[in-house]
């Protein structure tokens, strides 16, 4: 049992020396998008327009929400995975896995949970020199048990977000270029994760589709968990689907990287 687990366990030690390489553009990714809390600010400031209230929340709980998600997204959003599971089938890169005791989901996975240490941590610092600014503007839930199924959450939204990384980048094995599939992913996640508005203020019957979807469990879920939007029964009912959800891509990207190995000519590497 050890030594499976040494190897994923090397393989997120090398990842993460790789990324505190690259730690700067980390940092400055994280600034940069402290950018995107004033157009946060100015747009929902906008919005309200001397409201007390939009769907139920203030405006202050509405900028809590987008602090958060933009937390989130470092800590378990997947940047480019799915660019670099490509290059590495196109390349031939892959074929060293083929001969090797070594899961490449687990690999890709041990890689990626590295690069979200750092990301995750990085962004902190930009947020730390905002925080006196946008203080007053932060309001969150006291009840514990958020954090207990928040953390989870957190856990469950960053193997969502990987996994379907993971299978556009397995598309590979069909397709020479992938990053028309990425374009229509990121359009869809960002509509329907919740990271151009909260999905609560979806109509009623849109956002209950929405629920039985991937996308909400990647970022507007943890976050409405964090932030009160959703309450406990919502909360654990979420949790449940997000497991399925969890399990069924996991399925998938077996099926696909099983059917992508009988397609596959090993060239390069």
């Avoid at 989130?72 to 670099?84: H, K, P, S, T, V």
């Avoid at 600014?133 to 006291?142: A, R, S, W, Y």
């Avoid at 609560?200 to 019957?205: Q, T, V, Y």
């Avoid at 406990?232 to 399925?244: C, K, M, P």
Wanted: a positive charge; one cysteine or more.
């Amino acid at each position: 049992m050890l030594s499976p687990l040494n190897k994923y366990r090397h393989a997120f030690l090398v990842g993460l020396q790789s990324n505190i390489v690259y730690r700067w553009n980390f940092l400055i990714r994280g600034f940069f998008s402290m950018f995107q809390l004033v157009i946060v600010f100015i747009l929902w400031g906008a919005v309200y327009g001397g409201k007390a209230d939009v769907g139920g929340f203030d405006f202050h709980a509405t900028i809590t929400y987008f602090v958060v998600l933009i937390v989130l997204q470092f800590f378990i959003g997947a940047f480019n995975e799915d660019y670099q599971i490509s290059e590495e089938i196109r390349n031939g890169l892959i074929n060293q896995f083929l001969l090797k005791p070594i899961n490449y989901f687990c690999y890709r996975f041990s890689i990626f949970t590295s690069a979200r240490v750092v990301s995750g941590s990085l962004v902190l610092v930009p947020l730390l020199v905002i925080l006196p600014l946008i203080k007053d503007n932060l309001v969150f839930p006291h009840e514990g048990w958020r954090l207990a199924l928040g953390l989870p959450a957190v856990a469950l939204a960053g193997l969502i977000q990987f996994s379907i990384a993971y299978c556009f980048g397995l598309l590979t094995f069909w397709f020479l270029e992938i990053q028309g599939f990425v374009i229509l992913s990121m359009a869809v996640e960002s509509l329907l994760g919740g990271q151009m508005f909260p999905l609560d203020l979806m109509p009623a019957g849109l956002f209950r589709l929405a629920q039985f979807l991937p996308f909400y469990y990647q970022m507007y879920f943890p976050a409405a968990i964090f932030t009160g939007r959703i309450g406990l029964a919502s909360a654990t009912q979420g949790l449940g689907i997000q497991v399925v959800w969890a399990l069924v891509l996991l399925a998938v990207n077996q099926l696909l990287w099983n059917r992508g190995l009988r397609r596959h000519t090993a060239v390069g590497g």
